[in-house]
């Protein structure tokens, strides 16, 4: 279909592609609207006031709309040739291709026949009524004044009916003028013609139905009628002014199209490179093209740009431009002055105005430069100045501005109130009349060097007279200021006073060597006394190095508070500068540890006996805050000779020795607190052999060096099996075995026993899902896994668990957690908490080495455990007693009646067995029975026992049986 008579032609962006190039561009959608309508803007379009506007808009990319092309206007591309454009073919257009419209090859010029016209002009009409612009926001506000028109006219028949007021309803008709011209002017003679005749049909009821006198009656469809007839003059005065602005559109497309074509880069690439904002504008001032960079300045789009006076943009500039646009002089014209942004800021431009011919008309070529870099500048230079010049006057350092020759130029305030002289003294001197005689050749020097280049800048310190005759200390930062071909200018001085810091030389002194708290000396000093024994000959006499720690320091700080624990420290330094000698250093090492270097000493226990008097310096409580406190302290000592350190001998050097002493410490600590012991040489192969345990033991897991193994827990009367114990081993490559008491309390103390737990819970439960049921009542074997402190209150151990049992299979009935009694008092608000949720999963909890702790029937009932295993140390006693065998008995007796399950551990002699079997206990493990076997030597261990059985599981309803085996 071809695009209708009086139809408009858009430009949508969304559907731009340029051929040839990677970017996107104009590709160029006629589409046809309803028959009269002037779009204004469809798909990111925009329409334009004049011919020069569009015109100039095409060659700068600018969507636009052009008004009104008759059926079958070729539209001419590339080179002219022509193309029939249908209803919503897109064409491509190549960069800067003009667009060109034959106005004389057009069906509808205005030579066509005048029945044409009309013809056209009532099919228009009539397409406009059946399809109104329904999109179009202006009909709408036409059909809103419409029924206003309408109601007005409504309301004045009823008060005149009413006699509410004198004048006739049909005077009220003369509104409809209102909707009539608003549709003229937005939709043309279709527009006003189609809006008049809506009014009249919406009115003709109110005339007909409505009480009317004749004469009124008469009037009202007069004035109806003279409203159409005023709508056609109206629409038919707009559409002839609409066709003289596409002709001159026409022309002036062709005029500046001419401009583009024939060269090979576009001269809108070549504005669009210049950094400056480029407006062109008419003679009347009105913008009609753009570059991008005005664009960005101006913070507005080319459709807010083009078509709009360039005077409300560069506010001051209208008479500036007027005068160069007039003049017939090709005379320049420069402003600086504001440009207004479109969010009604004001930035500082440079405006050039330059007036240029185009085809014998005067046009305005308007350069706008960004002003702000400029001024920028400008006031950061202005405030340099000023900051150096209150620099200069407020600083409280002295500054001297002094010429090649040291001659001073100039002085500042604090510098004469320094040295007492006013600048009006000192200008035209040198600082020599001030400065003590012994100092001068300081800063002579300083000034030759700099002179000849060899020094950036000088630092000194000298002393000056002052005039009332005092010394002052000063030093002295001596710069070059050099001009900008690089020659010396002049000298720059700072001059900052340093008396105070001379004066407080001794006591910084102190203070870098002392404790602020103890008043002790601390570490540094301590060292430089302990470097110098060493390197002091003293034949015949030994060197002794005590470390100092109290014991449990921390809890006083948490529970009295800091000021307590300071209190503390103080008292604790008092008592031992008591217990040393008079030759002897002691200081404060840092936190609660404290040093003690003693030199003289005859053998290695005067080092010991040195330390006694320390501790004892601890046998009475001290007061702090209020409070008796009860306090203790550890001493690690180290003796070394001088004299073999000095010859060679010895490798022991003043950092070793504090090693050794902290080894020793550590030894005193482990062993029981309190008390004092004296280094020797096996402990720093216990240390070293610590550390490497340590280190192994984190990759022990990663090696394979960890495995489990398993101890069978028997029935005592039948010798059935009931399960195991699953127990860790750890074997190293080329070392051999590693005993479970050693690397177990060493993973609690780095922090590796959760992963070596989680590696227990998951091999131990994966190799029991795997053991056959092969009891008489074909009973599973249960397993049971002692699990540590860290590991039972880290967050999710039970989900953990429930975890493991899932992957692995096994049940979780057939599942032990064992806990020692002392790990569930460590956290007994939280632990019943985590062993209800075990029962709740069905994991049974054993209490383990029962009744070495502190065992309490509160704390089985607190606790609930479903099984209590007996120390071994009840089992098998190193002194048997009397009462040894009441307190099993009496264990058994309380397992039986609180319905729990009695295991005695330790059992080594048949004798033991009989014994436990007559006090009526259930269970027991020990090396009687069998040793912990690796997981590959239990199958041979099931088949020979034919009568495997289970610890005490729940029943199926829920109950636990009362019999351990069944």
């Given at each position: 279909m071809a695009v209708r008579p009086g139809s408009s032609a858009q430009v949508d962006p969304r559907e731009c592609r340029r051929e040839g190039t990677s970017q996107d561009a104009a590709a160029l959608r006629l589409a046809a609207a309803p028959t009269g309508e002037q779009v204004t803007e469809v798909a990111g379009a925009h329409s334009f006031e004049s011919e020069a506007e569009a015109v100039l808009a095409l060659v700068s990319d600018t969507p636009f709309v052009i008004g009104h092309l008759d059926?079958?206007?070729?539209?001419?591309?590339?080179?002219?040739?022509?193309?029939?454009?249908?209803?919503?073919?897109?064409?491509?257009?190549?960069?800067?291709?003009?667009?060109?419209?034959d106005e004389e090859a057009r069906p509808g010029a205005p030579c066509a026949p005048q029945g044409e016209a009309t013809s056209a002009t009532l099919r228009a009409l009539l397409t406009n009524l059946a399809h109104p612009p329904l999109r179009d926001r202006r009909f709408w506000y036409s059909q809103s004044l419409v029924l206003g028109v309408i109601g007005v006219q409504a309301l004045a028949d009823l008060a005149q009916n009413a006699r509410l007021i004198p004048v006739p309803g049909f005077v009220w008709y003369l509104l409809i003028f209102l909707p009539v011209i608003y549709a003229g002017t937005a939709f043309g003679l279709v527009g006003a013609l189609a809006t008049s005749l809506e009014a009249t049909a919406a009115a003709m009821p109110n005339e007909l139905f409505v009480t009317h006198a004749p004469l009124a009656r008469w009037a009202g469809l007069a004035t109806l009628v003279m409203v159409n007839v005023c709508a056609v003059h109206l629409g038919d005065r707009y559409e002839r002014s609409r066709r003289e602005m596409e002709r001159r559109l026409a022309e002036e497309r062709s005029r500046i199209a001419a401009y583009v074509d024939g060269h090979p880069l576009s001269w809108r690439r070549l504005v669009g490179m210049i950094p400056d904002g480029i407006a062109l504008a008419d003679q009347a001032g009105v913008i009609r093209f753009v570059n991008g960079q005005l664009e960005m300045l101006a913070d507005r789009t080319r459709s807010d740009l083009v078509g709009k006076s360039l005077w409300p943009l560069l506010p001051g500039v209208a008479t500036t431009g007027a005068a160069v646009t007039s003049t017939e002089s090709r005379e320049q014209a420069s402003w600086n002055g504001a440009l207004l942004r479109g969010d009604g800021e004001e930035i500082p431009v440079e405006v050039l105005l330059r007036p240029i011919q185009l085809d014998g008309s005067p046009w305005l070529f308007v350069d706008v430069r960004d002003d702000r870099p400029r001024r920028a500048a400008e006031q950061a230079l202005a405030a340099s100045e000023q900051r150096f010049r209150v620099i200069y006057e407020s600083t409280m350092s002295g500054i001297v501005l002094a010429d090649l020759d040291d001659r001073i130029l100039g002085a500042n305030r604090a510098?004469?109130?320094?040295?007492?002289?006013?600048?009006?003294?000192?200008?035209?001197?040198?600082?020599?009349?001030?400065?003590?005689?012994?100092?001068?050749?300081?800063?002579?020097?300083?000034?030759?060097?700099?002179?000849?280049?060899?020094?950036?800048?000088?630092?000194?310190?000298?002393?000056?007279?002052?005039?009332?005759?005092?010394?002052?200390?000063?030093?002295?930062?001596?710069?070059?200021?050099?001009?900008?071909?690089?020659?010396?200018?002049?000298?720059?001085?700072?001059?900052?006073?340093?008396?105070?810091?001379?004066?407080?030389?001794?006591?910084?002194?102190?203070?870098?060597?002392?404790?602020?708290?103890?008043?002790?000396?601390?570490?540094?000093?301590?060292?430089?006394?302990?470097?110098?024994?060493?390197?002091?000959?003293?034949?015949?006499?030994?060197?002794?190095?005590?470390?100092?720690?109290l014991d449990n320091f921390k809890r006083v700080n948490d529970?009295?508070?800091?000021?307590?624990?300071?209190?503390?420290?103080?008292?604790?330094?008092?008592?031992?500068?008591?217990?040393?000698?008079?030759?002897?250093?002691?200081?404060?090492?840092?936190?609660?540890?404290?040093?003690?270097?003693?030199?003289?000493?005859?053998?290695?226990?005067?080092?010991?006996?040195?330390?006694?008097?320390?501790?004892?310096?601890?046998?009475?409580?001290?007061?702090?805050?209020?409070?008796?406190?009860?306090?203790?302290?550890?001493?690690?000592?180290?003796?070394?000779?001088?004299?073999?350190?000095?010859?060679?001998?010895?490798?022991?050097?003043?950092?070793?020795?504090?090693?050794?002493?902290?080894?020793?410490?550590?030894?005193?600590?482990?062993?029981?607190?309190?008390?004092?012991?004296?280094?020797?040489?096996?402990?720093?192969?216990?240390?070293?052999?610590?550390?490497?345990?340590?280190?192994?033991?984190?990759?022990?897991?990663?090696?394979?060096?960890?495995?489990?193994?398993?101890?069978?827990?028997?029935?005592?009367?039948?010798?059935?099996?009931?399960?195991?114990?699953?127990?860790?081993?750890?074997?190293?490559?080329?070392?051999?075995?590693?005993?479970?008491?050693?690397?177990?309390?060493?993973?609690?103390?780095?922090?590796?026993?959760?992963?070596?737990?989680?590696?227990?819970?998951?091999?131990?439960?994966?190799?029991?899902?795997?053991?056959?049921?092969?009891?008489?009542?074909?009973?599973?074997?249960?397993?049971?896994?002692?699990?540590?402190?860290?590991?039972?209150?880290?967050?999710?151990?039970?989900?953990?668990?429930?975890?493991?049992?899932?992957?692995?299979?096994?049940?979780?009935?057939?599942?032990?957690?064992?806990?020692?009694?002392?790990?569930?008092?460590?956290?007994?608000?939280?632990?019943?908490?985590?062993?209800?949720?075990?029962?709740?999963?069905?994991?049974?909890?054993a209490m383990d080495d029962f009744g070495t702790g502190h065992s309490s029937l509160s704390r089985l009932a607190q606790f609930r455990p479903s099984i209590l295993k007996i120390d071994r140390s009840f089992v098998s006693p190193e002194h048997p007693r009397a009462s040894t065998d009441m307190m099993l008995e009496t264990i058994m007796t309380l397992g039986r009646r609180l319905d729990m399950v009695v295991i005695a551990e330790g059992i080594t002699t048949a004798a033991q067995r009989e014994h436990l079997v007559e006090l009526g206990c259930e269970l027991g493990q020990g090396y009687l029975f069998s040793p912990a076997r690796p997981a590959g030597a239990l199958a041979t261990w099931l088949r020979a026992d034919q009568t495997a059985g289970c610890l005490r599981a729940p029943a199926p309803n829920g109950d636990t049986p009362r019999m351990g085996v069944r």
């Amino acid at each position: 279909m071809a695009v209708r008579p009086g139809s408009s032609a858009q430009v949508d962006p969304r559907e731009c592609r340029r051929e040839g190039t990677s970017q996107d561009a104009a590709a160029l959608r006629l589409a046809a609207a309803p028959t009269g309508e002037q779009v204004t803007e469809v798909a990111g379009a925009h329409s334009f006031e004049s011919e020069a506007e569009a015109v100039l808009a095409l060659v700068s990319d600018t969507p636009f709309v052009i008004g009104h092309l008759d059926e079958g206007t070729p539209v001419q591309l590339d080179e002219g040739t022509p193309v029939q454009l249908d209803e919503g073919t897109p064409v491509h257009l190549d960069e800067a291709t003009p667009l060109h419209v034959d106005e004389e090859a057009r069906p509808g010029a205005p030579c066509a026949p005048q029945g044409e016209a009309t013809s056209a002009t009532l099919r228009a009409l009539l397409t406009n009524l059946a399809h109104p612009p329904l999109r179009d926001r202006r009909f709408w506000y036409s059909q809103s004044l419409v029924l206003g028109v309408i109601g007005v006219q409504a309301l004045a028949d009823l008060a005149q009916n009413a006699r509410l007021i004198p004048v006739p309803g049909f005077v009220w008709y003369l509104l409809i003028f209102l909707p009539v011209i608003y549709a003229g002017t937005a939709f043309g003679l279709v527009g006003a013609l189609a809006t008049s005749l809506e009014a009249t049909a919406a009115a003709m009821p109110n005339e007909l139905f409505v009480t009317h006198a004749p004469l009124a009656r008469w009037a009202g469809l007069a004035t109806l009628v003279m409203v159409n007839v005023c709508a056609v003059h109206l629409g038919d005065r707009y559409e002839r002014s609409r066709r003289e602005m596409e002709r001159r559109l026409a022309e002036e497309r062709s005029r500046i199209a001419a401009y583009v074509d024939g060269h090979p880069l576009s001269w809108r690439r070549l504005v669009g490179m210049i950094p400056d904002g480029i407006a062109l504008a008419d003679q009347a001032g009105v913008i009609r093209f753009v570059n991008g960079q005005l664009e960005m300045l101006a913070d507005r789009t080319r459709s807010d740009l083009v078509g709009k006076s360039l005077w409300p943009l560069l506010p001051g500039v209208a008479t500036t431009g007027a005068a160069v646009t007039s003049t017939e002089s090709r005379e320049q014209a420069s402003w600086n002055g504001a440009l207004l942004r479109g969010d009604g800021e004001e930035i500082p431009v440079e405006v050039l105005l330059r007036p240029i011919q185009l085809d014998g008309s005067p046009w305005l070529f308007v350069d706008v430069r960004d002003d702000r870099p400029r001024r920028a500048a400008e006031q950061a230079l202005a405030a340099s100045e000023q900051r150096f010049r209150v620099i200069y006057e407020s600083t409280m350092s002295g500054i001297v501005l002094a010429d090649l020759d040291d001659r001073i130029l100039g002085a500042n305030r604090a510098f004469c109130e320094l040295i007492g002289y006013g600048e009006e003294e000192l200008v035209g001197g040198t600082a020599a009349a001030f400065t003590i005689p012994e100092d001068r050749r300081k800063g002579e020097e300083a000034h030759a060097r700099l002179l000849a280049g060899d020094l950036p800048q000088a630092i000194y310190t000298k002393r000056y007279r002052h005039k009332d005759g005092h010394l002052v200390w000063v030093t002295v930062q001596k710069s070059v200021a050099r001009e900008e071909s690089g020659a010396i200018a002049y000298f720059v001085c700072s001059i900052h006073d340093v008396t105070n810091q001379h004066r407080l030389t001794s006591e910084l002194n102190h203070q870098a060597r002392h404790d602020p708290l103890t008043g002790l000396a601390n570490r540094r000093l301590f060292e430089e006394e302990l470097a110098g024994l060493l390197g002091a000959p003293c034949e015949g006499s030994l060197l002794a190095v005590l470390l100092l720690d109290l014991d449990n320091f921390k809890r006083v700080n948490d529970t009295l508070g800091h000021r307590a624990g300071d209190e503390l420290l103080i008292a604790v330094a008092g008592r031992l500068q008591g217990a040393v000698r008079s030759t002897d250093t002691l200081s404060r090492f840092g936190g609660d540890e404290f040093l003690c270097l003693a030199s003289g000493l005859d053998s290695p226990a005067a080092g010991e006996r040195l330390a006694a008097r320390l501790l004892a310096a601890f046998d009475d409580p001290f007061r702090v805050a209020g409070h008796v406190l009860e306090q203790r302290a550890s001493v690690g000592v180290a003796v070394l000779d001088p004299a073999l350190v000095r010859a060679g001998t010895s490798s022991e050097s003043a950092e070793a020795v504090l090693r050794n002493a902290d080894i020793a410490l550590y030894e005193a600590k482990r062993h029981r607190k309190g008390r004092a012991v004296l280094f020797t040489g096996t402990m720093r192969e216990e240390v070293a052999n610590h550390f490497e345990l340590d280190q192994a033991l984190g990759r022990a897991l990663e090696r394979g060096e960890i495995s489990m193994h398993y101890q069978p827990i028997v029935e005592l009367r039948s010798g059935r099996t009931a399960g195991f114990e699953a127990l860790m081993r750890w074997e190293r490559r080329w070392r051999g075995a590693v005993p479970p008491s050693t690397f177990i309390a060493l993973a609690e103390r780095n922090g590796h026993i959760l992963e070596l737990g989680r590696f227990a819970l998951e091999a131990a439960t994966k190799e029991a899902s795997g053991w056959p049921s092969i009891g008489p009542e074909g009973s599973p074997l249960c397993v049971a896994v002692n699990v540590s402190p860290r590991q039972l209150f880290a967050p999710g151990f039970t989900a953990e668990v429930a975890e493991l049992l899932a992957g692995s299979g096994l049940p979780p009935a057939r599942l032990v957690i064992e806990v020692t009694e002392s790990t569930l008092l460590r956290n007994a608000e939280v632990a019943p908490i985590v062993l209800e949720d075990l029962r709740a999963r069905g994991v049974r909890v054993a209490m383990d080495d029962f009744g070495t702790g502190h065992s309490s029937l509160s704390r089985l009932a607190q606790f609930r455990p479903s099984i209590l295993k007996i120390d071994r140390s009840f089992v098998s006693p190193e002194h048997p007693r009397a009462s040894t065998d009441m307190m099993l008995e009496t264990i058994m007796t309380l397992g039986r009646r609180l319905d729990m399950v009695v295991i005695a551990e330790g059992i080594t002699t048949a004798a033991q067995r009989e014994h436990l079997v007559e006090l009526g206990c259930e269970l027991g493990q020990g090396y009687l029975f069998s040793p912990a076997r690796p997981a590959g030597a239990l199958a041979t261990w099931l088949r020979a026992d034919q009568t495997a059985g289970c610890l005490r599981a729940p029943a199926p309803n829920g109950d636990t049986p009362r019999m351990g085996v069944r």
